[in-house]
């Protein structure tokens, strides 16, 4: 049975619902079935524990094909001897969670993050994070080896709200963060903050975590869970999902509005004056907040932030701006490292929104992130600030532009990787063009010329065929004129469709 193709980064991803066409469906009864076990298999080992001895919890957000994986993979749990926690609809943080409140030796989430309804999809924890995609490789290829042993219908999983002892969890940290003399329990009263949960898991957010506290969170949108996701997908770069939260703050007057992806791993916000706080904006607050106690730490972030950030970081924050592989599972992991070589690195954190604080065990958490932002939040208030206040030196670029060029090629990791090699060697021949530094991830060309003042980073996507360029400029039309030198490198390839990139320089 092959199953490694399943693998996504450090997650099993797949397509859950199909009733047109229902062998087109591969994330399978059996495929399930298979992949737990492996993980059962994998977890004993790691844990040097026999397979009835450990504790693993069983989560789920709130897609259609939800309660049919749950019974799959709750049923070979219990069948290997497992005991299992049945948490029901959670966060995929919560899961983790979990190993460290409920101390269950592994968790199981079914997710597939802000992907359309018809995904689904499984990640696994351990009490030390989040799997590798090594690890994720190796149950992968374990499962395709081994059947999926039978049934025993005989054991029956535990049933928790766990997501009750995680909002009180989330509550006390916003109690001791904000440390109100007027009010210890309620530290939000007076705040209106509005949640755009999008149908998925983050609906709790504002009923169990901030109105408790006394925000007024009226206003809100899409905080009950539907599978189906009716009203926008539920990501935070979703230029759709953003004007949704932008609407409900203004429409509101909200002092503050939060936005989740489906899974709540994510999230962003937004500023009472309905202005995004996204992205590389979301990136410096979430930046000057852990550097508050870290003078001169390491944020580690993506690779497509912006040269603006670097120099708020460095030179305004008096951190260290690191710049590192795309995908969230590699920053985590390097200013993991960076930590353990006695480097202070508090924060890693993509421009995606995931966000991961070494104080809440790297663990990239959207709704730790927001507490930590509503408590700076609360702070500032009673000084007569506001959260912006803490980014208004943040220099932004005056243009930046994103494609997503598909490879056309079967094996298109080669063929993109020969791309990559192709224009660093280009670089070196024209005067014009510099391979930046920080080139971590593909390659980042630097433009010093005037009428250019920018770069561009052409890269591999983490999990599909597709090559996205990033392009950004100081200069008015600046982007316009190097896209224009890119579309004169690359329209020599007739397995890479670029026709999104040759019509915008075409008009």
Same mark, same amino acid.
């Given at each position: 049975?092959?199953?490694?193709?399943?693998?996504?980064?450090?997650?099993?991803?797949?397509?859950?619902?199909?009733?047109?066409?229902?062998?087109?469906?591969?994330?399978?009864?059996?495929?399930?079935?298979?992949?737990?076990?492996?993980?059962?298999?994998?977890?004993?080992?790691?844990?040097?524990?026999?397979?009835?001895?450990?504790?693993?919890?069983?989560?789920?957000?709130?897609?259609?094909?939800?309660?049919?994986?749950?019974?799959?993979?709750?049923?070979?749990?219990?069948?290997?001897?497992?005991?299992?926690?049945?948490?029901?609809?959670?966060?995929?943080?919560?899961?983790?969670?979990?190993?460290?409140?409920?101390?269950?030796?592994?968790?199981?989430?079914?997710?597939?993050?802000?992907?359309?309804?018809?995904?689904?999809?499984?990640?696994?924890?351990?009490?030390?994070?989040?799997?590798?995609?090594?690890?994720?490789?190796?149950?992968?290829?374990?499962?395709?080896?081994?059947?999926?042993?039978?049934?025993?219908?005989?054991?029956?999983?535990?049933?928790?709200?766990?997501?009750?002892?995680?909002?009180?969890?989330?509550?006390?940290?916003?109690?001791?963060?904000?440390?109100?003399?007027?009010?210890?329990?309620?530290?939000?009263?007076?705040?209106?903050?509005?949640?755009?949960?999008?149908?998925?898991?983050?609906?709790?957010?504002?009923?169990?975590?901030?109105?408790?506290?006394?925000?007024?969170?009226?206003?809100?949108?899409?905080?009950?869970?539907?599978?189906?996701?009716?009203?926008?997908?539920?990501?935070?770069?979703?230029?759709?999902?953003?004007?949704?939260?932008?609407?409900?703050?203004?429409?509101?007057?909200?002092?503050?509005?939060?936005?989740?992806?489906?899974?709540?791993?994510?999230?962003?916000?937004?500023?009472?004056?309905?202005?995004?706080?996204?992205?590389?904006?979301?990136?410096?607050?979430?930046?000057?907040?852990?550097?508050?106690?870290?003078?001169?730490?390491?944020?580690?972030?993506?690779?497509?932030?912006?040269?603006?950030?670097?120099?708020?970081?460095?030179?305004?924050?008096?951190?260290?701006?690191?710049?590192?592989?795309?995908?969230?599972?590699?920053?985590?992991?390097?200013?993991?490292?960076?930590?353990?070589?006695?480097?202070?690195?508090?924060?890693?954190?993509?421009?995606?929104?995931?966000?991961?604080?070494?104080?809440?065990?790297?663990?990239?958490?959207?709704?730790?992130?927001?507490?930590?932002?509503? /408590?700076?939040? #609360?702070?500032? $208030?009673?000084? &007569?600030?506001?959260? =912006?206040?803490? @980014?208004?030196? +943040?220099? %932004?670029?005056?243009?930046?532009?994103?494609?997503?060029?598909?490879?056309?090629?079967?094996?298109?990791?080669?063929?993109?990787?020969?791309?990559?090699?192709?224009?660093?060697?280009?670089?070196?021949?024209?005067?014009?063009?510099?391979?930046?530094?920080?080139?971590?991830?593909?390659?980042?060309?630097?433009?010093?010329?005037?009428?250019?003042?920018?770069?561009?980073?052409?890269?591999?996507?983490?999990?599909?065929?597709?090559?996205?360029?990033?392009?950004?400029?100081?200069?008015?039309?600046?982007?316009?004129? /190097?896209?224009? #030198?890119?579309? $004169?490198?690359? &329209?020599?390839?007739? =397995?890479?469709? @670029?026709?999104? +990139?040759? %019509?915008?320089?075409?008009?």
């Amino acid at each position: 049975m092959n199953l490694l193709y399943l693998k996504s980064g450090t997650d099993v991803r797949g397509v859950a619902v199909n009733e047109e066409e229902p062998d087109k469906i591969d994330l399978t009864d059996e495929a399930v079935r298979r992949i737990c076990q492996a993980f059962v298999y994998f977890l004993s080992a790691k844990q040097h524990t026999e397979k009835d001895e450990l504790r693993i919890s069983v989560g789920h957000d709130s897609r259609i094909s939800a309660p049919r994986i749950k019974k799959q993979v709750t049923a070979q749990l219990l069948s290997m001897g497992v005991n299992v926690v049945d948490c029901g609809l959670a966060s995929t943080p919560a899961m983790f969670m979990t190993t460290v409140l409920d101390k269950c030796d592994g968790a199981v989430q079914i997710t597939a993050s802000h992907h359309p309804f018809d995904r689904n999809g499984l990640k696994f924890f351990t009490k030390s994070g989040g799997l590798s995609s090594a690890e994720i490789t190796k149950i992968l290829e374990v499962a395709e080896q081994n059947e999926a042993v039978a049934y025993d219908t005989s054991r029956e999983a535990a049933e928790t709200d766990f997501m009750q002892k995680y909002a009180a969890h989330l509550r006390e940290i916003v109690k001791r963060g904000v440390n109100s003399q007027l009010d210890y329990g309620r530290p939000l009263e007076g705040m209106r903050i509005v949640v755009d949960a999008g149908n998925g898991v983050g609906g709790f957010f504002a009923t169990d975590v901030l109105e408790p506290l006394g925000a007024d969170i009226t206003g809100s949108r899409y905080l009950e869970p539907d599978g189906y996701f009716p009203h926008h997908i539920p990501n935070p770069e979703d230029e759709t999902a953003m004007q949704s939260i932008r609407e409900a703050v203004l429409e509101s007057h909200a002092d503050l509005g939060v936005i989740f992806d489906t899974d709540v791993d994510r999230a962003a916000c937004v500023s009472r004056d309905g202005n995004e706080i996204n992205r590389n904006r979301l990136v410096a607050l979430a930046s000057a907040i852990a550097l508050e106690n870290n003078e001169g730490g390491t944020i580690v972030t993506d690779s497509v932030t912006s040269a603006g950030l670097t120099e708020f970081i460095n030179e305004t924050l008096g951190g260290k701006h690191c710049r590192f592989k795309r995908g969230y599972k590699n920053v985590i992991d390097e200013s993991m490292r960076l930590c353990s070589e006695g480097e202070n690195s508090p924060l890693a954190i993509e421009t995606s929104g995931h966000a991961a604080f070494r104080e809440n065990y790297f663990l990239d958490d959207g709704a730790y992130l927001m507490v930590k932002i509503i /408590i700076k939040a #609360a702070q500032l $208030r009673s000084e &007569g600030r506001q959260l =912006e206040d803490l @980014i208004k030196d +943040l220099k %932004e670029p005056l243009e930046e532009k994103s494609f997503r060029l598909k490879i056309l090629a079967d094996d298109f990791r080669e063929f993109g990787n020969g791309i990559i090699e192709k224009i660093e060697k280009t670089a070196l021949l024209k005067e014009d063009w510099t391979v930046a530094d920080d080139s971590r991830e593909g390659v980042k060309i630097i433009f010093d010329s005037p009428e250019y003042d920018g770069f561009f980073i052409l890269r591999m996507s983490v999990h599909d065929p597709v090559m996205p360029l990033n392009i950004e400029s100081a200069v008015q039309g600046g982007v316009r004129r /190097i896209s224009e #030198a890119v579309y $004169r490198e690359l &329209g020599i390839y007739p =397995e890479l469709d @670029i026709s999104a +990139l040759s %019509e915008y320089v075409k008009n």
